[in-house]
């Protein structure tokens, strides 16, 4: 069961390793979106996953978190107190322990709407650990505080703004003090300001609670401001990854001073410019082929 071959170092907490995923698509036919990823998260730092819709972000943490099985490759844990996990052969019991350790804040924030914020906070300290009523409500005021939205706990969701909810949902996502936080899109949605708001809480939290944070993003600026490390995914791969400063630099860098495609390609996604390599379609499945084939007229 144990696989000590699996961890580069001693401070690696996520190991993934040659990690495929596919789904099916309308026909029937496999539809590979993750087509052997891998990579190493350390203890304490900020991964943040990059690269374009639909290239298969979400369904690389779905992946991480043991919601949807991957086709083959591996994803191991060694968490504090929890010792080495593979999540392909653990036990449904050892999952729900992992479970407990991880924090998940989704795209959309995910709060029950018939609950207030306090509510949605108390739940998994109320489905997870076996404390009283009034100890819970201190837990509760914590967390709350720490995100500074101790003034909105008696609302409902329908009452907050969008920023509020993200907030809310990181206060529960942090509830039960877990090891490893995964978000995906933490400031879609949000203005500015407020985006820039939820990156130094996200910070906060891995620097005061001492967690280990993956976070998809789209937003370039605050993917920079939070990451440690980045990783790039193109066409179910990863294209690039490495520290941040080694992204900051081909971010900064003239298009026409980058010398290799790769960079380039890198560089084009950063910046966000719609020349450059990054268009053409080879990751295409049979359907996608199929369906732009009725979109689009014959070529001459
Ligand atoms: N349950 C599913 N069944 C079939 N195909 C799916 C399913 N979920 C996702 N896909 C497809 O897999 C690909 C990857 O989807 P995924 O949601 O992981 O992308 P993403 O990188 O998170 O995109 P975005 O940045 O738009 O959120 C897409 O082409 C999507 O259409
Ligand atoms: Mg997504």
């Known amino acids: 069961m144990m696989n000590r071959m699996a961890f ?32 190493d998260a350390h203890h304490g730092e900020t991964l943040v996953i990059m690269g374009g819709s639909g290239c298969g972000k979400s369904t690389l943490l779905n992946a991480l978190i ?14 504090p107190a929890l010792g080495e996990i593979d999540l392909a052969s653990a ?26 914020v306090a509510e949605n906070i108390a739940l998994p300290l109320r489905e997870h650990s076996q404390v009283d ?3 819970i409500d201190i837990m509760v005021a914590i967390k709350l505080q720490q995100v500074h939205m101790l003034e909105h706990r008696d609302k409902y969701p329908s009452q907050l703004s969008g920023g509020q909810k993200k907030r809310a949902g990181l206060a529960r996502a942090t509830a039960l003090d877990p090891a490893v936080l995964f978000y995906d899109e933490p400031n879609a949605g949000l203005d500015p300001v407020t985006s820039a708001a939820i990156d130094t809480l996200m910070v ?56 290799n495609d790769e960079d380039r390609r890198i560089h084009q996604f950063l910046t966000g410019e719609a020349r450059g390599p990054l268009m053409d379609n ?19």
């Open 204 to 259: 906060d939290m891995s620097k005061k609670l001492g967690v280990t944070s993956v976070v998809v993003s789209h937003e370039m600026d605050s993917a920079f401001r939070i990451a440690d490390k980045m990783i790039l995914l193109d066409q179910g791969r990863v294209l690039r990854s490495g520290a941040r400063d080694d992204f900051e630099r081909i971010r900064r860098a003239d298009f026409d001073a980058l010398s």
């Open 8 to 39: 580069a170092s001693d401070d690696v907490i996520i190991s993934v390793r040659d990690l495929h995923v596919s789904y099916e698509d309308p026909l029937g036919d496999p539809l590979p979106v993750l087509r052997g990823v891998s990579f």
């Open 282 to 300: 080879e990751g295409m499945s049979e359907y996608e082929k199929l369906l732009v084939g009725i979109a689009l007229p014959p070529r001459e």
């Open 66 to 79: 043991g919601e949807i099985q991957a086709d083959s490759g591996s994803i191991f844990y060694r968490l």
């Open 133 to 135: 009523q009034a100890v």
């Open 91 to 116: 036990t449904r019991e050892r999952r729900d322990d992992l479970r407990r350790r991880i924090g998940i804040l989704f795209q959309s924030g995910a709060l029950f709407s018939s609950m207030t």
